[in-house]
């Protein structure tokens, strides 16, 4: 049998905090780490874990800085780990939303405004309307969700909208378009759409299915081209537990590398069915 390729850690580029750990406010049903208000698997990071490793990523190059859990907005302490990596480079929060009160919208624009490096927010959306998006997030979860883009658009926050496969129809032409529109009419002249495939790990195992034993990579099968795409040559993820390879496999004992960054840079093995989904998709969760 093939053996598994390793994937090289090219350059460190990014780094992820799940700044929320797998503690949500709504459990998703095709969450890839089953994240719920009750999941403490991984706990939220304190601020001087922040600043522990923005200090350790400044000395290693890092360039942009990734902020997701969980629901980060929950994580009191989210401004200020901000406000600290606003000081080094560029920052990006990935949330479902519903904590984008009009107090918070207007302290992102002031820090970004204050910022040389930029602050993006991505918000998730899985459908076109409130059904199919709360079939998935919950009930009551699409207006909330409103309300937070209402706000965001009245602060001047331009947010990237990310949607998942889940959302019937979306990765057609039609489906696209049709999504762009939606965003135009919520208040964003210049709509901003990611597309993300769904991994089945966590609760979507649960909702759809396992990966089968052939969705794996073998060593011939990935060339250096595929390495370079694959965001595990280029970043690394921080969390509670320690620093883990990706922002996808937290859940996964094997993928924690060390208890610093610098424990981490080295190639890691692709062995996972999750990973088989990154290099079918070229998949990066980054903006
Ligand atoms: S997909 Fe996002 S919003 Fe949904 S449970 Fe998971 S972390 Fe929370
Ligand atoms: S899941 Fe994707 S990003 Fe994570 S190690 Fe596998 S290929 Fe790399």
Redesign the pocket.
Known sequence: MNEHPHVPLLTLDTLWFQV?G?I?????T???????PKNHSHEMLTLADVENRLAEAKALGVRDYYF????PFMNRDLLPMLEATLKQGPATV???G?LLRKEVCGRLREMADRSDCSLDIRV?LDGFDRETHDA??GPGVWDRVMIGLRNLAEAGINPVITV?EAADGVRTEQGRRRFLELIRAWGFSKPRLKILPLFRI??EEKRTRAYEDWERLTTPVLTDHDAEVLQCSSSRMVTSKGVFVCPILIETPEARMGDTIGETLRPFQLRYGACHTCWVEGVSCRT
């Open positions: 929320a797998t949500c406010n709504i459990a998703c095709h969450c890839f780490i089953s994240c719920s997701t859990g969980g629901e990935l949330t479902n519903m998730s998935i997030r998942t966590g609760a």
